[in-house]
């Protein structure tokens, strides 16, 4: 990852959401994306050239831009035609992305089109988050790893994020997925929390 | 031999397909969800001769992806009438913006006429605003003008929204009436999500506070969120509504599927539900 005076950056062409530009290269800020965060808090997975990934809620895209920045290919799944709209337009400079109108719960609307990937990132903010990733684990590599967003209070907003969390990670390892536990993204963002999972 | 996106099984050898991205997208779209695509390996692009390497691999699969993107987001925004949503939404905005600018008008006129505080029951809307030209400011009156014009763009638009309603959900409309109708569509996220919605979590739309202050502390559950703007559940008595809306919501649900996938008004249902939804606010 690049750092600049302890700014997380990415090499490309800006001006693709109004952010800063600092020396040349693209500011990712942490408040502008869950997975810059989890950068700061120095616990992020290593992006290289060579990564192919699946990037499941890729939304406005955002946070594809920068990964797709520093890796080979980004297969970025989103199902809502507004945001759609966006990726498309930042699709259409950055040819390493590839765009997939599918709903991450129905893999086979995409299968033909996605390789086996490095890494799965899954930013979906939905209740059945846990089993939107199981059923997309078969895209990942053999030694390849999943960074996967937690939104507790879109699972449940009735229980309290960290009991919440306690079940997803009890859900995930009865789905045969390893897990080092939650990374809680506080301060950028509150009551989110990130896991990094590799399957046993 | 297996099925990619990029070559077809047919004859057991290798069937590399034309790379025009039409043609492609129609292979990928028959691939997707038939079970026999297999997860594409791209060596064998190569090797069958389909691209000479890796980079013109992406290079034509970006190119065949935005091209479907593209077919998808517009087969979606047509059936999803994003439109009648966007013109509901904009109702209720202006509305809002006519409450706002009567209020603050209100204040102003107080200020010139302090005796007109004192006055109990102030008439609403167009005639308040009558009201206030009298003993009033030239700047204040010309306010008020606009606020008039805003109120008549308002009941025109309302006017369109329940004509694309009936276009778009008639039978919904047929039901709780256009405006009901498409406020529903919108709360629910659009016509697609609507249409999945069970009864109950259509007799609660709208309601959201009171529905989650009743799931977090056991409050009692709301009876009715948009519903309670159609006539028949406002306008029964207090004990009958919750019957009346629970009644309507689950005649609405069914209304929004054969919107969404029939797209025709059905007389005959039409009928039976509003024979349903009348005698639930009849009775003791």
């Not at chain 1, 009890?170 to 390893?178: A, D, K, Q, R, V």
């Not at chain 2, 190569?46 to 993107?69: N, P, W």
């Not at chain 2, 047509?78 to 913006?97: G, N, R, T």
Request: with cysteine; net charge neutral.
């Amino acid at each position: 990852m690049i750092w600049i005076g302890g700014q997380l950056v990415s090499e490309g062409p800006g001006g693709v959401y109004g952010e800063r530009m600092i020396g040349g290269y693209r500011h990712w800020s942490p408040k502008r994306s869950k997975l810059s965060a989890l950068y700061y808090l120095g616990r992020g997975v290593e992006l290289e050239k060579h990564h192919r990934v699946l990037y499941l809620g890729a939304a406005n895209g955002t946070t594809v831009s920068h990964v797709a920045d520093y890796v080979e290919v980004v297969y970025a799944v989103e199902p809502a035609p507004r945001p759609m709209q966006d990726l498309l337009v930042v699709a259409q400079k950055r040819r390493n992305i590839i765009p997939l109108m599918a709903d991450a719960r129905t893999p086979s609307q995409y299968l033909p089109l996605v390789e086996k990937v490095d890494i799965i990132y899954q930013d979906v903010a939905q209740p059945d988050q846990v089993k939107i990733l199981l059923t997309n684990a078969g895209f990942l590599a053999p030694d390849g790893v999943m960074v996967f967003m937690l939104k507790p209070r879109s699972v449940d907003v009735t229980r309290s994020p960290a009991d919440v969390a306690a079940t997803v990670e009890e859900g995930l390892s009865s789905g045969g997925i390893h897990t080092d536990g939650c990374i809680w993204l506080s301060p950028y963002y509150p009551d989110h929390a990130a896991l990094i999972c590799t399957p046993e | 031999m297996k099925s990619y996106w990029f070559l077809d099984r047919e004859g057991g050898t290798c069937h590399s397909m034309p790379r025009d991205p039409g043609i492609l997208v129609e292979w990928v779209q028959e691939l997707a969800g038939s079970g026999v695509a297999d997860m594409p390996e791209w060596e064998w692009a190569v090797q069958c001769g389909f691209v000479k390497d890796r980079s013109e691999y992406l290079d034509i699969l970006h190119t065949t992806a935005m091209h479907l993107a593209g077919i998808l987001l517009e087969r979606e925004l047509k059936a999803d009438h994003p439109e009648l949503i966007l013109m509901v939404k904009m109702l209720d905005q202006i509305d809002s913006v006519i409450n706002l600018l009567s209020e603050r008008a209100v204040e102003w006129y107080r200020v010139l006429n302090p005796e007109f505080s004192r006055k109990s029951a102030l008439p609403q809307g167009r005639k308040l605003r009558d009201l206030m030209r009298e003993g009033s400011v030239d700047a204040l009156r010309e306010i008020l003008d606009e606020i008039d014009q805003l109120a008549e763009r308002r009941s025109l638009l309302a006017k369109r929204v329940s004509a694309k309603a009936a276009g778009v959900l008639p039978n919904c409309s047929a039901l709780s009436g256009g405006l009901v109708a498409a406020r529903l569509a919108a709360e629910a996220g659009g016509i697609r999500n609507l249409s999945m919605m069970p009864g109950s979590a259509i007799q609660v739309l709208g309601a959201r506070n009171a529905l989650f202050c009743h799931l977090a502390t056991g409050s009692p559950p709301p009876k009715h969120g948009l519903v309670y703007q159609y006539s028949g559940v406002h306008g029964s008595r207090k004990e009958k509504r919750g019957k009346v809306a629970r009644t309507l919501a689950a005649k609405l649900a069914i209304a929004a599927r054969i919107d969404y996938y029939r797209g025709e008004l059905d007389p005959m249902f039409i009928t039976k539900a509003k024979e349903a939804i009348r005698s639930a606010g009849r009775g003791p």
